[in-house]
């Protein structure tokens, strides 16, 4: 059921992109530093997946409690928390077995299967261009990436621009 899940969240169609959660307790907005967000990768023990750094722009950072991790840039004219789903986002997901099941929806028909570096795959679903969701062969982790620009989320991705925090 898990497994279907994780699948149906990768090609559904409608709704907020996946990398805007509703605000909730533990589920607050906060200004990171770079730093800040390398410590929260040691401290929780596993990555956080980031764009790198981007001049002009500051990180917020949104840790729910199932684990999810949002990593946001924001025009430094922009307040933290501001909801709209208008600015590179990448969410970092634990999910058992996520290359199997990142590959498998990438078997939907409305469905387009990208090759990255180390052997990941990434998937963008035409009813939700702006997402794109990349997996790692032998990792627990998928990584969204939401852009309000199609072009632009592709671009992140296969341009090899995402990557854990170090």
Known sequence: LAAAFVVWLVVRDGGEPESQP?????????????????????AIGRP?????????TRYELRQTADGRTYV????????????????????????????????????????????????????????????VYLAYPGSDRQVEVFHPSPAEARRLVTSNRIRPVR
């Open 22 to 42: 509703a605000p909730s307790a533990g589920n607050v907005a906060v200004e990171a530093s770079v730093q800040d967000l390398r410590d929260l990768s040691a």
């Open 48 to 56: 956080v997946y980031w764009a790198g750094p981007r001049r002009g």
């Open 72 to 131: 946001r840039y924001l025009p430094r004219s922009v307040a933290i928390g501001d909801p709209r789903p208008a600015f590179l986002t990448i969410g970092t997901y634990r999910v058992a077995g996520a290359y199997a099941i990142t590959r498998a929806a990438g078997r939907h028909p409305d469905a387009t299967t990208l090759r990255i570096r180390n052997g990941g795959i990434a998937i963008v679903n035409r009813t939700r261009p702006s997402n």
